[in-house]
């Protein structure tokens, strides 16, 4: 595995967001809301240019509904909240993220295959799940 320092993932922590990003995530908090209480299945795409900050405002979301998530109380309250990746470099970054932030555990962060295995063995089904690099998702073997 590369030094992160030679890292092609870069997730600066407590980044300043621009006005389209802040925009953006602005967007995701909304949809969340308006979604999260529905027994359906809803899907927001984020597309956007190779380091365009696509990662960062990802972050920053799932930093928001997680201190959300982690309160006592609140309408997202104690839900179960997963942010997926299915690059080994990326994960690796974002559990070294979830080791300095209260209201991160390393267990929100997951790969998709063992997410969806420990999901389906319990028969429960996460609140809310964001994926970050999801073009990533085929492209690794799976056993």
Avoid: C
């Avoid at 092609?8 to 979604?35: G, Y």
């Avoid at 690059?87 to 295959?113: C, Q, V």
């Amino acid at each position: 595995m590369p030094d992160l320092a030679q890292s092609t993932f870069i997730l600066p922590q407590n980044a300043t967001l621009t006005s389209e990003q802040s925009a953006l995530e602005q967007r995701i908090w909304t949809f969340i809301n308006d979604n999260h209480n529905t027994t359906s299945t809803h899907l927001l795409i984020i597309s956007g240019d190779a380091g365009a900050g696509k990662s960062v405002v990802l972050d920053a979301a799932f930093a928001q509904l997680q201190k959300a998530a982690r309160a006592t109380s609140g309408e997202l309250a104690g839900t179960d909240n997963k942010l997926l990746v299915n690059h080994n470099e990326m994960l690796k970054i974002y559990k070294e993220i979830a080791g300095t932030k209260s209201y991160f555990r390393k267990k929100d962060f997951m790969k998709p295959t063992p997410f969806i295995n420990a999901y389906r063995k319990a028969g429960k089904r996460a609140d809310v799940v964001l994926i970050d690099e999801g073009h990533l998702l085929l492209t690794t073997p799976d056993p």
